[in-house]
């Protein structure tokens, strides 16, 4: 395969022409009903919204055409050169002598669980020829203390594990600065320009050895690029509502990936995980400005994605999309409601991009990529918008009488009917929505194996079947949910940005009351108001009110793990990873079952923060960790002052953030170990309640 060249393709031209001529073709047929007697304000409401969400829902429509013709063909969409095109490439590659750090930030994330995915990645890893060059950093920018001593102890095990074959490094920031961004600058401050490529994981990312062998030699053999995104596939999740994301995403997501990378080529986009990066452009090239202003369209810039990816295009570097490599993985939410509150904070983010949209030099495909970020929230209000205004038209039109006779005419003004264009484009509306799905359900009929994975041809149809009508089902809610975000966000509320529910966790009946009541009122309300007044219009929009007005029964019910297992034995919403899961997630999955409910390091009895003071393995492990920055005067004092307290009173007087302090500082973790191997003598004190002591 050969490099992309800079300039503009003609693929690029021809897709935004099909966009273009489909979007006009139905803004001319719901012209001709709409104008039949003018057109009014409400209409020509209607007639803009329209246009604009038809274009949208048609982007992603012709994307997926392109994807499947190609999957047809037996091609894909990248076309960087790889070691498999010569064996010159694969000399070359072979010799490159590329560093490659694996940076993962986390941020109050369950321990355990990191190091698990973590030592599944690595064992993977070392299988290939590539783990002499690659080393794991661990970023941590979490607040709560037990977690932060845990990530200490699990960097410990995993550090002893890998001895001698990865050099695996950990650091914790007390302050979370920037969020995720502020941490990956700082990685990139401090050891950058050690290495070559930086490949950014997310806490519940999985790569395996081979993607990311492959990406580090496609990077070597692609000088121009500066960044390569894998799709991450979702496993692992158990509830019904995840089970039908990951199906979803098995099927359907193959052939919009090729489609996006056809018509792309170098300038796609960067999802902020699983992803390769060339760290010398992006340290020269992406340092994040800070917005001017107050949240939540000022301050840090929370998707940084986008931005990112959009910086590197301005400097003239190319950004791919591997849609042909496997091997890439991530975890979805387990509920429609954690699913809700992600979406959340991704709304704000994608939001900003307004702020960055126009700014000076950014190539026109950056600019997209942007405007689609803040068009996937926008859409939701103008979907909602749309309905509002049809209801609105459809409720004047119910009050107003025809007129058969006007002034002037001899003949009767007879009433036109257009039953048959309205028809007509509802049909091509629809097809546009579910088209997609059958495209990637035939397209698992091009290879045997993958049919059969995902259940077979029946099974699999049962489940895309299934899929769709959890999909016209849940669309409102999230309308809803997202029209309320964008809402909130205009209105000057910021999101508080916490971790994520990466569990398998079940929705609660008053959760699901208390998240979904206002979505069943309004479905209730619209209803009566619909079948009252424009009793025409009902049948039109009980499709939209049918899944909020379910949306309590649906949230719980979609959330239940049993479910989701029962259909699983039933052969449906099975995908390749469950029916023949690659190595690293049969890995992965066999230490997750070890992983015991409220596990502690070793068993031990007491609170990791107290272990940390006594126990003299885990306090010199802390110590060795902590950077040694002297501390102002004032600042010692009031340490100080927490170090006495916490003599007198004992750990719960001290708060989450005082822990924190004296953690974060060597001089009292060394002067509270002294202490408590000083007063062993006196006697064992329950700990949490007096001094803290050690134990014999």
């Given at each position: 395969?050969?490099?992309?060249?800079?300039?503009?393709?003609?693929?690029?031209?021809?897709?935004?022409?099909?966009?273009?001529?489909?979007?006009?073709?139905?803004?001319?047929?719901?012209?001709?009903?709409?104008?039949?007697?003018?057109?009014?304000?409400?209409?020509?409401?209607?007639?803009?919204?329209?246009?604009?969400?038809?274009?949208?829902?048609?982007?992603?429509?012709?994307?997926?055409?392109?994807?499947?013709?190609?999957?047809?063909?037996?091609?894909?969409?990248?076309?960087?050169?790889?070691?498999?095109?010569?064996?010159?490439?694969?000399?070359?590659?072979?010799?490159?002598?590329?560093?490659?750090?694996?940076?993962?930030?986390?941020?109050?994330e369950n321990p355990q669980r990191v190091l698990a995915g973590l030592q599944a990645i690595l064992e993977s890893l070392a299988e290939s020829d590539r783990r002499a060059s690659c080393d794991l950093f661990i970023l941590?920018?979490?607040?709560?203390?037990?977690?932060?001593?845990?990530?200490?102890?699990?960097?410990?095990?995993?550090?002893?594990?890998?001895?001698?074959?990865?050099?695996?490094?950990?650091?914790?920031?007390?302050?979370?600065?920037?969020?995720?961004?502020?941490?990956?600058?700082?990685?990139?401050?401090?050891?950058?320009?050690?290495?070559?490529?930086?490949?950014?994981?997310?806490?519940?990312?999985?790569?395996?050895?081979?993607?990311?062998?492959?990406?580090?030699?496609?990077?070597?053999?692609?000088?121009?690029?500066?960044?390569?995104?894998?799709?991450?596939?979702?496993?692992?999740?158990?509830?019904?509502?995840?089970?039908?994301?990951?199906?979803?995403?098995?099927?359907?997501?193959?052939?919009?990936?090729?489609?996006?990378?056809?018509?792309?080529?170098?300038?796609?986009?960067?999802?902020?995980?699983?992803?390769?990066?060339?760290?010398?452009?992006?340290?020269?090239?992406?340092?994040?400005?800070?917005?001017?202003?107050?949240?939540?369209?000022?301050?840090?810039?929370?998707?940084?994605?986008?931005?990112?990816?959009?910086?590197?295009?301005?400097?003239?570097?190319?950004?791919?999309?591997?849609?042909?490599?496997?091997?890439?993985?991530?975890?979805?939410?387990?509920?429609?409601?954690?699913?809700?509150?992600?979406?959340?904070?991704?709304?704000?983010?994608?939001?900003?991009?307004?702020?960055?949209?126009?700014?000076?030099?950014?190539?026109?495909?950056?600019?997209?990529?942007?405007?689609?970020?803040?068009?996937?929230?926008?859409?939701?209000?103008?979907?909602?918008?749309?309905?509002?205004?049809?209801?609105?038209?459809?409720?004047?039109?119910?009050?107003?009488?025809?007129?058969?006779?006007?002034?002037?005419?001899?003949?009767?003004?007879?009433?036109?009917?257009?039953?048959?264009?309205?028809?007509?484009?509802?049909?091509?509306?629809?097809?546009?929505?579910?088209?997609?799905?059958?495209?990637?359900?035939?397209?698992?009929?091009?290879?045997?194996?993958?049919?059969?994975?995902?259940?077979?041809?029946?099974?699999?149809?049962?489940?895309?079947?299934?899929?769709?009508?959890?999909?016209?089902?849940?669309?409102?809610?999230?309308?809803?949910?997202?029209?309320?975000?964008?809402?909130?966000?205009?209105?000057?509320?910021?999101?508080?940005?916490?971790?994520?529910?990466?569990?398998?966790?079940?929705?609660?009946?008053?959760?699901?009351?208390?998240?979904?009541?206002?979505?069943?009122?309004?479905?209730?309300?619209?209803?009566?108001?619909?079948?009252?007044?424009?009793?025409?219009?009902?049948?039109?929009?009980?499709?939209?009110?049918?899944?909020?007005?379910?949306?309590?029964?649906?949230?719980?019910?979609?959330?239940?793990?049993?479910?989701?297992?029962?259909?699983?034995?039933?052969?449906?919403?099975?995908?390749?990873?469950?029916?023949?899961?690659?190595?690293?997630?049969?890995?992965?999955?066999?230490?997750?079952?070890?992983?015991?409910?409220?596990?502690?390091?070793?068993?031990?009895?007491?609170?990791?923060?107290?272990?940390?003071?006594?126990?003299?393995?885990?306090?010199?492990?802390?110590?060795?960790?902590?950077?040694?920055?002297?501390?102002?005067?004032?600042?010692?004092?009031?340490?100080?002052?927490?170090?006495?307290?916490?003599?007198?009173?004992?750990?719960?007087?001290?708060?989450?953030?005082?822990?924190?302090?004296?953690?974060?500082?060597?001089?009292?973790?060394?002067?509270?170990?002294?202490?408590?191997?000083?007063?062993?003598?006196?006697?064992?004190?329950?700990?949490?309640?007096?001094?803290?002591?050690?134990?014999?």
């Amino acid at each position: 395969m050969t490099a992309t060249p800079r300039r503009p393709r003609l693929r690029r031209i021809v897709f935004a022409l099909l966009v273009a001529a489909s979007t006009t073709a139905a803004l001319l047929v719901l012209g001709t009903i709409l104008a039949a007697e003018g057109f009014s304000v409400l209409e020509l409401g209607i007639l803009g919204l329209f246009g604009l969400l038809f274009a949208w829902i048609t982007t992603a429509f012709w994307t997926a055409a392109l994807g499947f013709a190609l999957h047809l063909m037996g091609r894909r969409g990248q076309a960087l050169r790889d070691v498999s095109d010569d064996r010159r490439a694969l000399t070359q590659a072979r010799q490159a002598e590329s560093r490659t750090a694996l940076v993962m930030p986390i941020y109050n994330e369950n321990p355990q669980r990191v190091l698990a995915g973590l030592q599944a990645i690595l064992e993977s890893l070392a299988e290939s020829d590539r783990r002499a060059s690659c080393d794991l950093f661990i970023l941590s920018d979490s607040t709560d203390p037990e977690i932060w001593l845990a990530e200490e102890l699990a960097w410990s095990r995993l550090n002893r594990q890998f001895a001698g074959t990865f050099s695996v490094y950990y650091r914790h920031r007390p302050k979370n600065h920037a969020r995720k961004s502020g941490n990956i600058a700082d990685f990139c401050q401090s050891w950058g320009y050690l290495y070559d490529y930086m490949v950014v994981l997310d806490a519940d990312s999985i790569m395996s050895g081979h993607c990311l062998a492959t990406l580090i030699q496609r990077m070597d053999l692609n000088p121009q690029v500066g960044l390569i995104q894998v799709p991450p596939t979702p496993v692992l999740r158990e509830s019904l509502f995840a089970r039908s994301q990951q199906f979803a995403a098995s099927v359907y997501g193959p052939v919009y990936a090729t489609g996006l990378s056809y018509w792309f080529e170098g300038g796609a986009n960067y999802w902020g995980h699983n992803a390769i990066i060339r760290l010398a452009p992006f340290m020269a090239h992406c340092g994040l400005p800070r917005l001017g202003g107050r949240e939540p369209f000022g301050g840090e810039i929370l998707s940084h994605d986008f931005v990112e990816a959009a910086l590197l295009g301005r400097a003239g570097w190319e950004v791919w999309l591997a849609d042909d490599l496997a091997g890439s993985f991530e975890e979805p939410p387990p509920t429609l409601i954690d699913h809700a509150k992600r979406d959340r904070r991704w709304c704000q983010g994608n939001l900003q991009h307004l702020r960055v949209l126009f700014a000076e030099g950014l190539r026109p495909l950056g600019r997209l990529h942007l405007a689609m970020g803040v068009m996937s929230y926008l859409s939701s209000v103008f979907w909602l918008l749309l309905l509002v205004l049809s209801a609105l038209e459809a409720l004047r039109r119910s009050r107003t009488e025809h007129s058969y006779f006007i002034e002037g005419n001899l003949f009767p003004n007879w009433p036109v009917s257009y039953a048959f264009e309205a028809a007509t484009l509802l049909t091509i509306t629809l097809s546009i929505l579910t088209l997609p799905k059958l495209f990637g359900y035939v397209a698992l009929f091009l290879d045997e194996g993958r049919l059969a994975a995902h259940g077979g041809g029946l099974k699999a149809g049962l489940s895309l079947l299934l899929e769709s009508l959890f999909s016209v089902l849940l669309a409102p809610i999230l309308m809803l949910f997202q029209a309320r975000f964008v809402l909130s966000i205009l209105a000057g509320r910021s999101v508080r940005w916490a971790s994520q529910q990466r569990d398998d966790g079940e929705t609660s009946w008053p959760e699901a009351t208390a998240a979904h009541l206002g979505h069943t009122l309004l479905a209730l309300t619209a209803g009566w108001l619909s079948f009252t007044y424009m009793p025409d219009f009902f049948p039109w929009l009980t499709p939209v009110l049918a899944g909020p007005l379910l949306a309590i029964p649906l949230s719980r019910l979609t959330s239940r793990g049993d479910l989701g297992r029962q259909l699983r034995a039933w052969g449906l919403f099975v995908t390749p990873c469950e029916s023949d899961p690659p190595r690293v997630l049969r890995d992965l999955q066999r230490r997750i079952e070890k992983i015991a409910s409220g596990d502690r390091e070793g068993g031990a009895e007491g609170s990791l923060f107290e272990r940390s003071i006594a126990d003299p393995f885990a306090n010199a492990l802390h110590l060795t960790l902590l950077s040694r920055e002297p501390r102002a005067k004032s600042e010692r004092l009031r340490l100080d002052a927490l170090v006495a307290r916490l003599q007198e009173r004992g750990i719960t007087s001290l708060s989450d953030a005082e822990r924190c302090d004296l953690l974060s500082d060597a001089q009292s973790m060394t002067s509270l170990h002294a202490l408590a191997w000083r007063a062993m003598d006196e006697g064992p004190v329950r700990l949490g309640e007096g001094p803290v002591t050690a134990r014999r």
